[in-house]
């Protein structure tokens, strides 16, 4: 054997066996975007969009990508193919599988007027959490846009603290917030707010003492809306509820309970949010824009924020992993957002001319 090739040998096993090794570079696996519309015209749209934001990603971050035929090459070694759309208790494994950081996947809608919805999932391995948004361009002279649009929202979810926000929030909105602070700290949280022009609503009682503690708060860090979510992955194969014919009726009134809890909290969790938010607007008279969540942790030294457009029921602003240099941890958390909720969200290819190929 010539063993001055014997490197090169052993590189190439490695790249074979293994493509997903990032070297320290975050790896993004990508899925398809399953075609919902029943029209088989449609279906090149399953892979040229994910192969396109995968494009695009790297050309705005060091990262690794896989395009949909290297996933399906990766799962094949395992004796499996990529699929169209996954169980969310199915993807743990699968990103180790995949030894990705991120896995995407989603599916897509054709509308009237040469529309297109898109949504996609994003799943970070190891969080068992999953991240959904939602997105709508015009096919025939936006293409370009929704991929660059949507590369960008993965971006920011994936930076640190991760992010994403669906538009401005502009000054003058009236917000109504949630938090785990109190007193002093309360009073600099919604100062930083009212120094924006933002209008704070009372909504917490005795405002400057809350009643939500440091682990209350974490309970709102889940959100789910029709278009978009941050929820928790669930698997009920590890709990299940049995029956039988040695069952009695207090084993089926039990069930029965389990059941309506699961279809109020879990299967129509969304239609409970948007039933929740036209009560708030009621109760308000109309006069209430935003409802935020913000916790911080026991130091205050980091926090997230969580954000509802109470009118229109979705979920428009995240940031995970909140924290500052600052001398007074949560004044300088809360002057950031605030900072933040106000920027134009820019986007590096506005310049561009050119359409979907690179």
């Known amino acids: 054997m010539n063993y001055k090739f014997f490197p090169v040998l052993c590189a190439l096993i490695t ?36 192969a396109s934001f995968a494009s695009s990603l790297q050309s705005l971050r060091d990262i690794q990508v896989m395009k949909p035929d290297q996933v399906n090459a990766a799962l ?4 499996a193919t990529l699929r169209k ?16 950081d991120v896995f995407v996947f989603g599916k897509f809608f054709p509308l ?19 991240f959904t948004f939602t997105d709508i361009g015009r096919m025939e002279t936006q293409i370009y846009r929704i991929v660059d649009r ?29 938090s785990n602070l109190n007193g002093a700290e309360a009073n600099r949280l919604y100062m930083a707010f009212m120094k ?9 009682s005795a405002d400057l003492h809350s009643r939500i503690d440091n682990e209350i708060i974490n309970k709102f860090k889940y959100i789910r809306t029709e278009n978009n979510s941050y929820r928790d992955i669930e698997d009920f194969s590890i709990s299940p ?9 207090g084993h089926g009134d039990t069930l029965a309970a389990v059941k309506r809890i699961y279809n109020v909290y879990n299967r129509d969790y969304e239609k409970k949010v948007t039933s929740s938010m ?54 300088g958390i809360v002057n950031g957002l605030v900072h933040r909720m106000t920027d134009e969200i820019r986007n590096p290819f506005e310049s561009r001319k050119s359409g979907l190929g690179r």
Not at 154 to 172: D, H, K, M, Q
Not at 284 to 312: E, H, K, P, Q
């Open 76 to 79: 094949n070694r395992y004796g």
């Open 112 to 130: 009237e007027e040469n529309r297109i919805k898109i949504v996609l999932h994003l799943y970070v391995r190891g969080s068992r959490e999953l």
């Open 241 to 249: 509820l049995l029956t039988g014919t040695w069952a009695g009726k």
């Open 150 to 178: 949507v590369s960008v929202k993965i971006v920011n979810f994936l930076g640190e603290p991760s992010r994403y926000r669906a538009a401005a929030i502009p000054s003058g909105s009236r917000i109504g917030i949630v």
């Open 15 to 50: 790249t074979l066996l293994f493509p997903a090794v990032s070297h320290g570079r975050p790896v993004v696996a990508f899925g398809y975007l399953g075609n919902e519309s029943g029209q088989i015209d449609y279906n090149y749209i399953e892979t040229v969009f994910p």
């Open 278 to 331: 036209k009560r708030m607007s009621l109760a308000f008279n109309d006069g209430i824009d935003y409802l935020m969540f913000i916790g911080f942790s026991g130091s205050r030294t980091a926090a997230w924020v969580r954000c509802v457009d109470v009118r229109g029921g979705d979920f428009v602003w995240m940031e995970t992993g909140v924290i500052t240099n600052d001398v007074d941890p949560v004044e």
């Open 196 to 204: 924006k022009d933002y209008r704070v609503l009372s909504i917490q």
């Open 85 to 100: 759309n996954y169980k969310t208790s199915d993807l743990p494994d699968l990103a180790e599988k995949l030894q990705s």
